[in-house]
């Protein structure tokens, strides 16, 4: 749980930094649903889909949105 607390504050710090990139938000999706946190991980894959909605992955990431 630690490595994965320290790894949303690091997504989390660089989501301030211009031009990052937005699989910065899948990530942060994926460390937040491991965390049980559902309804952030929702936000932060649709935040993903809206940067990039024509992703190889957008198919299964928006089965992740569906699912809150």
Do not use: C, H, W
């Amino acid at each position: 749980k630690d490595d994965l607390d320290q790894a949303l504050r690091a997504y989390r710090q660089a989501e301030t930094m211009k031009g990052a990139p937005p699989e910065l938000f899948r990530s942060e999706g994926f460390v937040l649903r491991q965390l049980k946190q559902e309804a952030e991980a929702g936000n932060a894959f649709r935040r993903y889909l809206e940067l990039k909605p024509a992703a190889e992955d957008a198919e299964l990431i928006q089965t992740y949105v569906s699912k809150e």
